[in-house]
């Protein structure tokens, strides 16, 4: 874990309030790996007090790439920044996806959940074979397409629920063909919590290996405030900071 001043190299806004930053921090950068994110503090000043989480999008040192949506007066701050600002930033924070060598992997992404996966895509689909599914509810919510398009992955499925990009509906409904026709072994998804829930419930009889990358609100980032603890079958809680933000799917008390 790195406490690193930034500077932001690059700035692109790619349409209804979604932004992508590229920063130079050196030493997170080669210490970040697929599923790893950063605590990015979006002001000079203390206000607002707390640094916000960002997944890496990807890592190529002495660069790291961060895609969000702005949501609030966190993000509405950061996406003010220019090329040639500089960012405080503590990371790469939190644990990563499995690296599984040979194993038929399926990357399922619904909306903003593509940041981890597509490090993943990025760093392991010249290895192995990788199916993406990736989803949104229109094609405004669906960016890197062409970056996507350009890895080697072994099949791509996208649905958007308008139908504006792909297939038309939710990524779910494209889940049993999927798995059917391509037969992974080993699942990895990101996005909504309803997504995640719902996929629990499809994927508990399917004897895949599953994991699932979590968002939360997090005051700290490295587990010392307790704020993004989630609750676990087995009646704990654990910290989506540095417990995760990977967990196996099934580990999780998903809402019924």
């Known amino acids: 874990m790195q406490d690193e001043s930034g500077r932001i190299e690059e700035t692109r806004c790619l349409g ?6 590229k920063i130079l921090v050196p030493k997170i950068a080669r210490e970040a790996k697929p599923g790893n994110f950063v605590m990015v503090r979006v002001s000079p000043s203390f206000d607002p007090l707390l640094r916000r989480p960002l997944g890496i999008l990807q890592s190529e040192p002495p660069y790291i790439w961060l895609y969000f949506q702005v949501k609030g007066r966190g993000t509405t ?40 996966l597509f490090g993943y895509a990025k760093t392991y689909s010249a290895k192995q074979p990788l199916i993406l599914l990736y989803g949104g509810r229109s094609a405004a919510d669906l960016h890197l397409l062409s970056e996507l398009g350009a890895l080697p992955l072994h099949k791509s499925h996208i649905f958007s629920e308008d139908g504006s ?11 049993e063909k999927i798995i059917a026709e391509q037969h992974p072994e080993v699942t990895m998804a990101c996005g909504p919590e309803a997504m995640l829930a719902a996929l629990a419930k499809m994927l508990k009889i399917k004897n895949l290996e599953n994991y699932a990358s979590l968002e939360a ?6 587990g010392v405030c307790h704020g993004c603890a989630v609750a676990a079958v087995d009646g704990q809680y654990h910290k989506v900071c540095d417990e995760g933000p990977v967990f196996p799917l099934e580990k999780i008390k998903w809402p019924i």
């Open 16 to 21: 209804k309030d979604y932004f992508l930053l």
């Open 77 to 116: 701050l950061l996406k003010n920044h220019q090329s040639g600002d500089r960012l405080d930033i503590l990371g790469p924070l939190g644990n990563c996806f499995p690296e599984l060598p040979g194993k038929k992997i399926l990357l399922i992404a619904g909306g903003r959940g593509i940041v981890p």
């Open 165 to 175: 990009c792909g297939e038309k509906g939710l990524l779910t409904s494209g889940l």
């Open 217 to 222: 609100i997090m005051g700290c980032g490295f």
